[in-house]
């Protein structure tokens, strides 16, 4: 027979042939996107800074939340975008107005060489517009074994 299509047997049944390397080809194709989403998954609202290190940090949940990064030469940004600190504010409220409920919070994702007033102004801003959950994100520190 030419072509190296189906092997029949001396019973004329056909021969189950099974392919392997189109199956390892989609194995390939599926083991390159489940890196890719997982590489992507924890990442931040914000800017990339350098975030400051601590041993009591929590995982987060990013539902309901605002990201305000607070960058190193004092500046902030909402959710990636730079603003000033009265469009901050306006953001804020607006924050609020949209998410009422008890488990909204704001985010700061400051670096570890900002300003620490900066932080103390975005935190306090974030009360007076009426939001009570405001947490700090950090990297994981490992615990010293001494």
Known sequence: MAGGGSQRTS???????????????????LLATFVLF?????????????LPEAQTGEPRDPADTATVTVMQDGT????????????????LQQFHIQH??????????????????VAVYVLNEARKAGIHKVL????SKRASMT
Do not use: C, Q, Y
């Open 100 to 117: 009422p409920d008890p488990d909204a919070h704001v985010l700061i994702n400051g670096d570890a060489d900002a300003m620490f007033s």
């Open 76 to 91: 902030i940004a909402w959710n990636k975008d730079p603003i000033t600190m009265e469009d901050f504010i306006k953001n």
């Open 11 to 29: 019973g004329g049944k056909k021969k189950a042939r099974i392919e392997i390397i189109p199956l390892i080809d989609v194995i390939f194709f």
């Open 136 to 139: 700090i994100e950090t990297h």
């Open 38 to 50: 997982t590489l992507a998954l924890n990442k931040s609202n914000g800017p990339r800074v350098n």
